[in-house]
T-cell receptor, first 115, second 115 residues
Framework: AQSVAQPEDQVNVAEGNPLTVKCTYS??????LFWYVQYPNRGLQFLLK??????LVKGSYGFEAEFNKSQTSFHLKKPSALVSDSALYFC?????????????FGAGTRLFVKA | DTGVSQDPRHKITKRGQNVTFRCDPI?????LYWYRQTLGQGPEFLTY????????KSRLLSDRFSAERPKGSFSTLEIQRTEQGDSAMYLC?????????????FGEGSWLTVV
């Protein structure tokens, strides 16, 4: 069965500093990996995804993520954090061996960027 | 390109009443998903449609829950005899069905409070 873990409930970073939000996953087949962001009382907004190819994927708002197959990780990164990046971030995985339709989400990591 | 639309955005109901939520997916998307999200948790998969066919239901979807997508376009999620534990945000999402790695796009969610 597929699963995803976000080991940090909260990440604190100063504005202008680089940020990393961690994610590890477990699948039987090949993983399709996603990051979403959620602002208060809103739905989830898609940031970026890894399907195949280059391990470093770039997404919206300057975010990027690196797929590491050996460590089964897909950490979200941004070189310079903004206060407006403060939100709840979800990592998600879809397992190709299950037909590739069911996306499982982590519990989320709250990012707090201090001015 | 309009996004996924959900209605109502908020619903307060008394325990034991029935509620129904509607979801209108992005027009060219033939896959539709329902998720449930409680405070401090990531979205939990409930069910999935490909066109009008409901292909998988989570164990979370008790017999008080029913979802339909009669014409392969909009979908409804009905909860009968609501309980306080049903209080959550119900998220609808949609995607194209032509590739396993397609991104799912979420609506703004429907908040349910059972009092």
């Amino acid at each position: 069965a597929q699963s995803v873990a976000q080991p940090e409930d909260q990440v604190n970073v100063a504005e202008g500093n680089p940020l990393t939000v961690k994610c590890t996953y477990s699948v039987s087949g090949n993983p399709y990996l996603f990051w979403y962001v959620q602002y208060p009382n809103r739905g989830l907004q898609f940031l970026l995804k890894y399907i195949t190819g280059d391990n470093l994927v770039k997404g919206s708002y300057g975010f990027e993520a690196e797929f590491n197959k050996s460590q089964t990780s897909f950490h979200l990164k941004k070189p310079s954090a903004l206060v407006s990046d403060s939100a709840l971030y979800f990592c998600a995985v879809r397992d190709s061996s299950t037909g590739g339709f069911k996306t499982i989400f982590g519990a989320g990591t709250r990012l707090f960027v201090k001015a | 390109d309009t996004g996924v639309s959900q209605d109502p955005r908020h619903k307060i109901t008394k325990r034991g009443q029935n509620v129904t939520f509607r979801c209108d997916p992005i027009s060219e998307h033939n896959r539709l998903y329902w998720y449930r999200q409680t405070l401090g948790q990531g979205p939990e998969f409930l069910t999935y449609f490909q066109n009008e066919a409901q292909l998988e239901k989570s164990r979370l979807l008790s017999d008080r829950f029913s979802a339909e997508r009669p014409k392969g376009s909009f979908s409804t999620l009905e909860i009968q005899r609501t309980e306080q534990g049903d209080s959550a945000m119900y998220l609808c999402a949609s995607s194209r069905g032509d590739a396993e790695g397609n991104t799912i796009y979420f609506g703004e969610g429907s908040w349910l409070t059972v009092v």
